[in-house]
């Protein structure tokens, strides 16, 4: 294999970082010897879901495997940031992925078309969308600032098997739309594959992809997730185990979109929700008996994580409404202070025609900090850049303060991108300790805020069987149903579980783990290179040694991390703290709070 310069002075220094000789040989002999690796994700899954009546299957892999205690989404706690994280390990602000809905700021040298294209907000989870923004003549290959595992084991002449879910699919394999001769256009080989989901089949050999025929859309999400398990067990299980027992790597990959999508619409603690919890569990056990029964046992390393977990809705926030009626937006869909939605989080983008200095920016960004952090609603608020070196000595050494006063910077917690990062991001508010009780049911009562004020609107969730703790507010689906995408422990805290022959048996690991390290362990597992890519931009995740069979020593000490910030309005002082997990240079996300404390007296 021809490793590019950029390529061979990080292998060095992430081989002497990581101090691991011997389990890099481990891992290349486990290459060797033709591991498979089968990733799992059941979107939008909470971990106090995975037990014995819910999901028994599950609930057995995680006991005689390793289960994931004090596992961590990314923030924002969306499906596509989270499916760039596991793919390639690495943080939003690292590989470019920050939202389901991105403003991807039009560049130089691009022409009419694809200007165009990136003019505007645009939604993410389709391939077709995302193979477009990833042409040549857009983002050039670049949708991801660095290569997935998947990719490095194509590079590997391993197998690859990617379905299920369309958007976050697309994202382990990104160039799979545009493939001539068995290369890509960035001329990386893909000769050994199939990419099957409903928007895109793909597979070679290239006959393979005409026996894949996706159900009509019913809108029936437990059928869909079962056809994509099907695919998995018949289509790419028997091909990953020809190739591992010719000594090559397999990686199948199967994003099921339940809970998430039933979860959504109907709500969490409702019979339509438990009845996704078993059809998923259902696929899971399909998953497990074929491992088993195809004699794959002592080569197969199977991992179930989700991408985040899930809260319900107290009430939707309009926020480009809210801003209008408030003077700082001129209207619904004026672009001078462009809003992106994302459920439980919002972008907010300035134009530089409108804002030419950065006094300009600076006052209409405080004026909308000042506005959202007085609404009972309003979680913490992310700044693009820190605060200034002209601040207090401790702004300063705090480093996780923002631009603007009542913020903290994006970097803090991973989403700072020079080139797409939003000038303000604005986390809803999650109550972590509430439940829906008297939210969710057609019989209860919902409203929503938006230019016109607070008002009553239909109550769209299903009936209630049994309550369920953690609500939040959201830009998106109304009171009763579910949402994620902010700051709050019910939505960063997701499932994790392993188990296989590189994965300790019945161990429970308590140290944090995140979306953001499955990446560097698979490729340790499947014995691969970092997938780096230019201009030296590597994964950021650890590998989890503290969970393998063979590993060494556990990760170290983890601390308890609180960041605050303070703004005083109108003779109240609204302190915003993240609650966070440091262990070495990680720092885990754990939970956020807000806090307003009349002016004169004490926290």
Known sequence: MVVKPYRKILLVMLALLAGAPIATARARANGASGRIFFLVVCDGLRPDFVTQQNMPNLFAIARQGVLFDRHHSLYPTLTMVNASGLATGAQPGVDGVLGNVMYFRPAAKLSAEAAGLLAKAQALEGPKILA???????????????????????RERGYIAIMGKAGPAFLFDNRVGGLNDGHDFLNEPHRDFVFATDDLIAALPGALADTIKPPPNDGVTATRDAFYTTVALEKAIPAAKAAAEAGRPAIIVLWLRDPDATQHRNGLGTAESFQALSSVDADLGRIRSAITHGGLERRTDLMVVSDHGFATVRMRVDLSGALVAAGLKKSGDSTEVMLVRNGGTDFIYLSPEEFKTAEARRD???KIVNFAEAQEWCGPIFSRDAAPAADDRRHREAGYLGWIPGTF???????????????????????PDMDNSTLTGPGNPAFAIDAKGQHAVPNQSSALVHPV???????GLGTGQGMHGTAGSRELHNFGAAIGPDFRKGYVDRSPTGNVDVAPTMSRILGLEPNVGPDAVYPTGRVLEEAMSEGGAGPGYARPLAMKTTLELQGVRVVTTLIATQLGRRVYLDDSRVERIPLGHSP
């Open 132 to 154: 477009r923004l990833n042409a040549p003549d857009v983002l050039g290959g670049r949708l991801l600032a660095l290569d997935t595992v998947e990719q490095e084991v194509e």
């Open 469 to 475: 703790r953690g609500v939040n507010y959201s830009d």
């Open 364 to 366: 209409i960004l405080q």
């Open 409 to 431: 910077n994006e970097a803090s917690v991973g989403i700072y991108n020079q080139a797409r990062s939003p000038d303000l991001v604005i986390s809803f508010r999650e109550f």
